[in-house]
């Protein structure tokens, strides 16, 4: 920005109202966009002016967010060297607790706003948009760098981030279930569901590491609910033995501090979260017990004490 002496300054103007704007475009019209990019049913030249808008627009949402979030939604340097097809980043950085300080934790809030409406009702075109680099040498998928900066924000100490980001996976598994539901010759889930499948399966034991550790104090209590939400669909939509493995790692990390017949108790719960035979609503209670057991610093919560003996009563049931 120009000054009046001609000079440069620096701005910290957000780009969140921008992708508000986005985000209203295609909830209106994102229908219209994905009818077009399936080719199932005739659509006018309106309609693929439509399509070719609303991909415009992501693009340029995904540019902007990216000098925000800086290295959490930057390409690796293999990923630049290399380049990458839609669905085939690298596995995402570990899951570490993180805060967008000097950055903009409101356009990042604002930007998995926007993927969240993007895939209820744009699935295709979102997980499809590709971005070439300058040369025009380099397929970037902005879908799948989407869902590892997600993974990562999930542990953001910015409530709006962390909750945004839990939103927007939790979304993702809801539509790799909805494509299940349906035929595997259906064309959403030919143009899209490989992607989506193999965006889970790459974050999902991380994810559930992470969670786990952030239920046991480490995340702002605002979250609780939406992880315990989140967690809930990744069992329900794993295989038995991936949900097993998932919950049995996570329940070994150092963070936990309740002894043994708590995590047997907790593991009981995740087992029955992964069967259907428990509803969200109990995870979220497990969850605020969890995290109230971890604030406090008197030896009777943890391994023992009262307070964990109840918790083990109460949730151990098989």
Request: glycine content about 6%; proline content about 5%; charged content about 20%.
């Given at each position: 920005v120009?000054?009046?002496?001609?000079?440069?300054?620096?701005?910290?103007?957000?780009?969140?109202p921008?992708?508000?704007?986005?985000?209203?475009?295609?909830?209106?019209?994102?229908?219209?966009?994905?009818?077009?990019?399936?080719?199932?049913?005739?659509?006018?030249?309106?309609?693929?002016?439509?399509?070719?808008?609303?991909?415009?627009?992501?693009?340029?949402?995904?540019?902007?967010?990216?000098?925000?979030?800086?290295?959490?939604?930057?390409?690796?340097?293999?990923?630049?060297?290399?380049?990458e097809k839609a669905g085939e980043?690298?596995?995402?950085?570990?899951?570490?607790?993180?805060?967008?300080t000097n950055k903009s934790p409101d356009e990042l809030?604002?930007?998995?706003?926007?993927?969240?409406?993007?895939?209820?009702?744009?699935?295709?075109l979102l997980v499809n948009l590709s971005i070439g680099d300058a040369t025009g040498q380099v397929d970037i998928s902005p879908f799948a760098r989407s869902v590892q900066a997600a993974a990562v924000c999930t542990n953001e100490k910015e409530v709006d981030v962390a909750r945004s980001a839990m939103m927007f996976l939790k979304t993702l598994v809801d539509i790799k279930g909805t494509f299940e539901k349906g035929e595997r010759t259906d064309t959403a889930y030919k143009l899209a569901g490989d992607v989506v499948d193999s965006s889970i399966s790459r974050i999902r034991p991380d994810l559930v590491n992470a969670i786990v550790a952030g239920a046991c104090g480490h995340y702002p209590r605002e979250v609780l609910d939406p992880a315990a939400s989140?967690?809930?669909v990744l069992l329900r939509t794993s295989s038995p033995?991936?949900?097993?493995?998932?919950?049995?790692?996570?329940?070994?990390?150092?963070?936990?501090?309740?002894?043994g017949d708590a995590r047997r108790a907790l593991l009981v719960v995740l087992g029955k979260s992964a069967q259907?035979?428990?509803?969200?609503?109990?995870?979220?209670?497990?969850?605020?017990?969890?995290?109230?057991?971890?604030?406090?610093?008197?030896?009777?919560?943890?391994?023992?004490?009262?307070?964990?003996?109840?918790?083990?009563?109460?949730?151990g049931q098989s």
């Open positions: 120009a000054s009046s002496t001609g000079k440069e300054e620096a701005t910290d103007a957000t780009q969140a921008m992708l508000h704007f986005v985000q209203e475009a295609i909830d209106v019209h994102g229908h219209i966009a994905e009818s077009n990019v399936r080719g199932t049913s005739a659509t006018s030249p309106s309609d693929k002016n439509i399509r070719i808008i609303l991909d415009r627009l992501l693009v340029l949402s995904f540019e902007a967010v990216q000098s925000a979030a800086g290295a959490v939604w930057a390409p690796t340097p293999e990923q630049q060297e290399q380049g980043a690298s596995p995402p950085p570990p899951i570490q607790q993180s805060n967008t809030a604002a930007m998995f706003s926007l993927l969240t409406t993007s895939l209820l009702r744009c699935p295709v989140l967690l809930y033995e991936e949900a097993e493995s998932a919950a049995t790692a996570a329940l070994e990390q150092d963070v936990f501090k309740l002894g259907g035979n428990a509803d969200s609503s109990t995870l979220m209670d497990v969850f605020e017990t969890l995290w109230n057991l971890h604030q406090g610093e008197d030896a009777n919560t943890f391994a023992g004490g009262d307070a964990v003996a109840k918790f083990v009563n109460k949730y």
